[in-house]
């Protein structure tokens, strides 16, 4: 059992930045890949990014690519995403997920987080 709590969000103008932390609790942390998606008001929640469990592999969604950067602190149980210049298109609810195998799809991941709001105003 994995429990995943975000934090970090909040409102910033555009061009601005934001770090997402995901501190999770349970011993084998560092045994799950973890993902962060989004879901932004009247769309479907979508991926942002996942790091296999060592960080040793990352993937990105193209919207983010070069501007957000997943990273994990297995000794802090906690993984992160840093998001630069951002865009009022990154207003959503994000939330970190947690699963065995490094994955890009929602429906592999077996444990959330309650999600954190990100707003970027114009």
């Known amino acids: 059992q994995v429990q995943l709590v975000e934090s970090g969000g909040g409102l910033v103008q555009a061009g601005g930045s934001l770090r997402l932390s995901c501190a999770a609790s349970?011993?084998?942390?560092?045994?799950?890949?973890m993902g962060w998606f989004r879901q932004a008001p009247g769309k479907e929640r979508e991926f942002v990014a996942a790091?296999?469990?060592?960080?040793?592999?990352?993937y990105y969604a193209d919207s983010v690519k070069g501007r957000f950067t997943i990273s994990r602190d297995n000794a802090k149980n906690t993984v992160y995403l840093q998001m630069n210049s951002l865009t009022p298109e990154d207003t959503a609810v994000y939330y970190c997920?947690?699963?065995?195998?490094?994955?890009?799809?929602?429906?592999?991941?077996?444990?959330w987080g309650q999600g954190t709001q990100v707003t970027v105003s114009s």
């Open positions: 997920a947690a699963d065995p195998n490094t994955s890009t799809e929602q429906s592999e991941y077996d444990y």
């Open positions: 349970g011993r084998t942390f560092s045994s799950y890949a």
């Open positions: 790091i296999s469990w060592s960080g040793g592999s990352t």
